[in-house]
């Protein structure tokens, strides 16, 4: 068996411990003769392992006891939609941060529900910082405030949080436990598990428990947060085996020390990173003003394009994988989450440093 270093936005790279013990537990799991997958989300087991693996969630960002912890399908798009339906009761409008691809999609299905404010929008300038704060535009009577704090496409990352005395939703599919965040702070946090938490088909939304029961009668109820929440996110059935596999991630994000000390591995990882490409004389840029670069994606440009599909074709055969930049950026992207160790990301600098050599 060869593993590779997986720089994949998303569906993302795994701990390699975590995907050991699955493997281990796949045939019988918790002494109970099947896999994990193969068992009643109702039955003791099961319902045993979900809720220490919400309590492990809790303890690791320190979430309140008056915050709903949901653990749903239909990915962090659902709730560009869920959002708007949960909270538009608040309001007739909300405001919307424009500040990348993420965003414009949340902004696109928000406005199909309630008027839409952009509160700033970078759109004209590809989407490389995030305005200072006298820039945005918040409206008085919004019902809540929508940010991306990361944005995977461009790699742009928040450096504060707008003040506002309305509920923030934050869509943190890409930055969710890579850092120390007050949960107080926000009114929805909610993320797509593919990159931070386990494998696709998990979402989780993390919400104040005053914002949950005022949702449209004839809204679709999977989308109501008081029907989710009420049932403990097993109003239908729940996709077992991707809220078992973020179990076992939480588990081994609090053996790492927890999201301070992931933190703290991961300023290494990205600071590491930049620090390379901002010393390779222009052979390597990455657009972004330099306090909203992301910690997860490292986006990164060769002078020369023409080179492109070179690095690709190497850094490949040498191990490093899914490193294309998304096509509205260009280049290269790496995606460094929580489970990229450093020695990933020392090996892609060592890689780029001999590609230059031969480049340059
Ligand atoms: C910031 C952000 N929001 C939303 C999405 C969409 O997530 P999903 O595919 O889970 O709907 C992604 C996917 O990469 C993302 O990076």
Request: proline share 5%; net charge negative.
């Amino acid at each position: 068996m060869s593993r590779i270093f997986n720089f994949s936005a998303g569906p993302a790279a795994l701990p390699e411990a975590v995907l050991a013990n699955v493997r281990e537990e796949l045939l019988e799991w918790n002494g109970v003769g099947a896999s994990v997958m193969e068992v009643s989300h109702r039955g003791k087991p099961f319902m045993e392992y979900a809720a220490q693996a919400e309590q492990d969630l809790r303890d690791l960002l320190s979430i309140p006891e008056n915050y709903k912890v949901l653990f749903l399908q239909g990915g962090a798009t659902m709730q560009f939609s869920a959002i708007p339906l949960n909270l538009g009761f608040l309001g007739s409008k909300a405001d919307y941060a424009h500040t990348g691809h993420w965003g414009k999609k949340a902004i696109a299905d928000a406005e199909r529900f309630i008027e839409v404010n952009l509160a700033c929008d970078t759109s004209a300038s590809a989407y490389q910082h995030v305005p200072h704060e006298d820039e945005w535009s918040l409206s008085d009577d919004s019902a809540y405030v929508h940010i991306t704090p990361n944005e995977t496409i461009a790699g742009v990352e928040f450096a504060w949080l707008p003040k506002t005395d309305k509920p923030i939703c934050a869509d943190m599919s890409s930055t969710i436990l890579s850092r120390e965040i007050n949960v107080a702070d926000y009114g929805v946090i909610y993320a797509g598990a593919q990159k931070n938490i386990g494998p696709a088909g998990l979402t989780i939304v993390i919400v104040r428990d005053d914002l949950v029961g005022h949702f449209p009668e004839n809204g679709p109820r999977l989308l109501d947060y008081s029907v989710m929440a009420d049932s403990d996110s097993m109003n239908n059935t729940p996709p077992t085996f991707a809220w078992y596999l973020a179990g076992k991630v939480f588990t081994w994000l609090k053996a790492q020390g927890g999201v301070s000390a992931i933190e703290q591995a991961n300023i290494a990882k990205a600071s590491a990173l930049y620090d390379y490409v901002d010393a390779s004389d222009g052979f390597y840029t990455n657009p972004v003003s330099k306090e909203n670069r992301s910690r997860m994606n490292v986006p990164f440009i060769l002078a020369n394009s023409g080179l492109d599909a070179l690095f690709l074709e190497q850094s490949h055969k040498a191990g490093l994988h899914a490193l294309k930049g998304h096509r509205s950026v260009g280049g290269m992207r790496a995606s460094i989450y929580n489970a990229m160790p450093i020695e990933g990301v020392h090996a892609l600098i060592d890689f780029m440093q001999t590609f230059k050599t031969q480049h340059g």
